[in-house]
């Protein structure tokens, strides 16, 4: 079995689901008492949140750097960034270790191209929405990516940042979701799916809550973490 490296704390509680999953995934798969060899560090999302709001992005990346680097010098075979919006520098992060980053967006982009998805929504932080660091790796397979109104973005941002990553799970914020979501497809209903493109949002939803495909790309990123790490 490979050793998996966690980037995580950004924020933790979607890192607790990856270690979560993680090790459930070992378990289901080699039985027994089996559990995932995970070496982890975990910083601090303040100072992140802090660097991201203000722009700040390659002092950001230098704080990720050198995390990166002592996840591969601590015997990591290969890195999952446990964060959909981080992934903006994931190419400066890869420039400081030797070990493959396993992206999130491509996981995502895979898995939404076997299904056969066309036209997806993507929900996540207003940087993953409004930029395209993100949307390009799933248009790349001809999926067709829409994002809500600024209006709708600036929400879904608030509630990540103020309630999500702080663990609360408010049902009012889960119907004002599904909300903008049943709004975009009454506009198009062409749209097959819905990527939930950052670690919290499976937290407040799930697949029984939209009639259509949900694609969590926490769980997906893990997926593609367990068959790398179980390969022969």
Known sequence: MKTIGLLGGMSWESTLSYYKLLNEGVRDALGGVHSAKIIMHSVDFAQIEELQSQNRWDEAGKILNKHAKALELGGADFILI?????????????????IPIIHIAKAASEKLNEENCKKTILLGTRFTMAENFYKEIIEHNNIKVITPNQEDMKEIDRIIFEELV???????????????????????????????GCTEIGLLIKKSDINFKIFDTTSLHVNKALQLALQK
């Open 82 to 98: 446990c964060t959909n919006t981080m992934h903006k520098i994931v190419d400066q992060i890869s420039l400081h270790v030797n």
């Open 166 to 196: 702080m663990g609360k799970i408010l049902q009012e914020s889960k119907e004002k979701y599904i909300n903008i979501i049943e709004k975009l497809y009454s506009d198009d209903n062409k749209i097959d799916s819905v990527i939930l």
